[in-house]
């Protein structure tokens, strides 16, 4: 069984949409108000297989969470990659009946 494993690491998250929606900040400027919310980052890899499977790693922790633990920025990119995995896997099926 194929897996694809995907690492999400909550702290770059935010600091890649307040990089690119920002005119203003710097990049420094942008570590410096990351680093004062003073805040656990969630550090979490996903592992989504191709029978539609997966597993959910916390980082820090090293063990298995379930999807009702995501919140927030993980609970956002754990459904954008599950969106992204069945638009691929319906355009493969519609090219393969072509």
């Known amino acids: 069984m194929i897996a694809n494993k995907i690492r999400f690491i909550e702290r770059d998250f935010y600091r890649k949409v307040m990089y ?23 550090d ?6 191709d029978n539609g499977s997966m597993e959910i ?6 063990q298995l969470i379930s999807i009702q633990d995501l919140r927030g920025a993980a609970y956002d990119f ?8 069945i638009r691929s896997n319906l355009q493969a099926k519609i090219l393969q009946s072509a």
């Open 20 to 42: 690119e929606n920002s005119e203003f900040l710097s990049e420094d400027q942008i570590d410096k108000i990351l680093d004062s919310a003073d805040v656990p980052w969630e």
């Open 44 to 49: 979490i890899t996903f592992k989504f297989y």
């Open 57 to 62: 790693f916390d980082n820090n922790t090293e």
């Open 78 to 85: 754990y459904v954008r990659q599950r969106i992204r995995i």
